[in-house]
């Protein structure tokens, strides 16, 4: 499968979430709360592109699957999309860019900041996942794209957090990222007897 097709795949699935949505809303109205939903569907939208950019490594050195390496920092990308919309609806939409009302939700909703320590993760990493940024940074560069770990696991957070009633779709990604760091710690583990460990690959990097 070439480069195009393999991102073109991905794109179709980025946007297919947001469609599917939209033809609800036109056949069937936009509901109660249609703000939430869409709320919603960018928060978990995003989390999940971020797990999928993180599984491409792990299926890589697994499976052997290297055709499906550019993907990482497509799904990383998109993953970043996503929460963009998700802060715009927060900020313009639900708070109407009231900075006073931002800086209460910042500073007295926690899971408002772990949210936000996320978004702002993955702005460093997306304006730094060219190959130029990759170049200046050099081994720097390896060492700022493990934030990614921890971008996740904030993104995790702040679903745990907000959720009031059912817990399962947190527990399913809080899982999902929990095997990931398994099978990122088996690999190291693998391959540390008289071997170099394998570069950290970054799901926001070329």
Not at 59 to 71: N, T
Not at 80 to 105: K, M, P, Q, S
Request: charged share 15%; proline share 6%.
């Amino acid at each position: 499968m070439t480069r195009l097709p393999i991102h073109g795949i991905a794109i179709a699935i980025a946007i297919l979430p947001p469609l599917l949505l939209a033809f609800r809303f036109v056949t069937e109205g936009p509901g109660a709360n249609p703000i939430e939903e869409i709320t919603h569907l960018t928060g978990d939208g995003g989390l999940r592109f971020l797990l999928l950019s993180l599984a491409i490594t792990p299926a890589r050195r697994w499976f052997g699957w290297r055709g499906i390496a550019p993907l990482r920092r497509t799904f990383g990308l998109i993953a970043f999309a996503y929460a963009c919309t998700h802060l715009a609806i927060w900020a313009l939409v639900d708070l109407g860019l009231d900075w006073n009302a931002i800086a209460e939700d910042l500073t007295e909703r926690p899971y408002v900041m772990a949210g936000m320590a996320a978004w702002s993760l993955l702005f460093v990493l997306a304006v730094t996942s060219t190959r130029s940024a990759m170049t200046r940074l050099g081994k720097r560069w390896i060492r700022l794209h493990q934030g990614v770990y921890l971008a996740a696991l904030l993104g995790v957070v702040h679903h745990f957090w907000l959720i009031k009633a059912d817990y399962r779709p947190a527990i399913v990604h809080g899982g999902v990222l929990a095997l990931l760091f398994a099978a990122r710690l088996a690999w190291r583990l693998r391959n540390a007897p008289g071997m170099p460990r394998a570069s950290l690959d970054s799901p926001i990097s070329r």
